[in-house]
């Protein structure tokens, strides 16, 4: 089996912990981006958070602890947006934010398609912070996600990316009642959306050539 790279898999376990911790604390109050913008002092529930992370994920707790050496390492780089600001993140390519209650379940991931909006990676953070909290408040989609400033191999923009998921493509009047929440929020450009199932064959926009199955 092919050895893994230590430092590769630091960057993989730092992404699930950050997922982790967001559950965690979310299960018994505000949420991580919250902790953080209203500067609340959060490592104690951090450490014991991490407590339970090593023990359902011992390997990913360890190679956290040899890239960073302390949690209170791992606290400090929250605590300046590592995870919660797409300008700040550098160890992630992405930050996700799911709406609240069980989104998961009866979900057909290929009934599942988003809203791609597009901005200068120095408008990131606003923009972000807008759909984010609306899909926290359960008045957007299902899910929403950003790109960092983390460089992504994978990005055919230099722009920064927004999706913002919906459950079903097909069901029109809630696609577009999310679109119209996007516009109360100043998303006044058209934009496109996108289904997962073109996605996964691995279809983009191109000249001549849409992908896009709504667009307003």
Do not use: C
């Not at 898999?9 to 559950?23: K, T």
């Not at 009866?106 to 597009?118: A, H, S």
């Amino acid at each position: 089996m092919e050895e893994i790279d230590p430092e590769s898999l630091a960057e993989v376990a730092y992404g699930i912990f950050e997922i982790f911790l967001n559950r965690e604390l979310r299960a018994r109050g505000p949420h991580l981006f919250e902790l953080v913008e209203q500067g609340t002092d959060f490592e104690a529930d951090l450490r014991e958070t991490f407590g339970r992370f090593r023990e359902d994920y011992p390997v990913l707790a360890e190679a956290l602890l040899r890239r960073f050496g302390e949690i209170n390492a791992i606290y400090a780089l929250i605590k300046a947006g590592e995870g919660v600001l797409p300008s700040k993140t550098t160890r992630m390519y992405w930050i996700v934010q799911d709406a609240p209650g069980p989104a998961a379940r009866g979900l057909d991931d290929e009934q599942v398609g988003k809203w791609l909006i597009f901005v200068p990676a120095d408008e990131a953070d606003a923009a972000w912070k807008k759909v984010r909290d609306e899909t926290a408040r359960g008045m957007l989609g299902i899910s929403a996600k950003v790109s960092t400033a983390r460089p992504n191999p994978d990005s055919r923009d230099e722009r920064s990316v927004i999706y913002v998921y919906t459950r079903d493509w097909a069901d029109e009047v809630d696609v577009m009642r999310v679109r119209e929440r996007l516009r109360d929020l100043g998303f006044a450009d058209r934009i496109g959306y996108k289904r997962n199932i073109e996605t996964y064959r691995g279809e983009y926009s191109e000249e001549g050539r849409r992908v896009t199955y709504y667009s307003a």
